[in-house]
């Protein structure tokens, strides 16, 4: 065995997050006469609510997918072709973001901060923001501050939606 090209250790991936099963539902599609499409999934009549072209095709396996919580094992029988197959797996599921600070544009008169994009009568959380910390690896951020610091500090100022999660920055800098 060479050092140069040393395989790499197995690992197995505790936060992956599919899963495969031993066996993977079928989904046969048939193409008529007509260019029409009849789906059966592990052998049973899929219903649509119409007919179903090529067009449609795609997004209808995404949702057999989704339902199901499992990849598919597809096979597409054309009139006078060979059978084609092919894997559909499920899309990942992305994490919901935050919203994004916006900068307020908005003029204000001096000892003024304003943002906008809330909903009418909204309850609006204002912080000023007196210091930046950096988190940890473990993601915490601990920041001790004398109670003279929070007085009379002006710069930053973060408002905060109550209902709407809304969030607009005003004066300063990030």
Not at 22 to 28: A, F, I, Q, S
Not at 72 to 83: A, F, N, R
Not at 145 to 156: E, H, K, N, Q, Y
């Amino acid at each position: 065995m060479s050092l140069l090209h040393a395989p790499a250790p197995y690992r197995r991936d505790q936060s992956a997050q599919l899963r495969v099963p031993v066996v993977l539902p079928l989904v046969v599609v048939r193409v008529n006469k007509d260019g029409l499409l009849d789906i059966t999934v592990d052998r049973e009549p899929h219903d649509t609510d119409g007919p179903l072209t090529r067009d449609a095709l795609h997004r209808l396996l995404n949702t057999i997918a989704d339902n199901l919580a499992s990849p598919l094992k597809v096979e597409i029988h054309e009139l006078d072709e060979p059978v084609f197959t092919d894997f559909i797996t499920l899309e990942p599921k992305r994490a919901v973001q935050p919203p994004r600070p916006v900068r307020s544009s908005i003029s204000t008169s001096t000892g003024e901060v304003s943002g906008d994009g809330f909903l009418p009568d909204e309850e609006v959380a204002v912080a000023v923001v007196v210091a930046h910390q950096v988190a940890n690896a473990d993601g915490i951020a601990r920041l001790r501050l004398p109670p003279a610091l929070l007085a009379g500090r002006s710069g930053l100022v973060v408002l905060v939606g109550q209902s709407s999660g809304k969030i607009a920055v005003s004066g300063g800098t990030a």
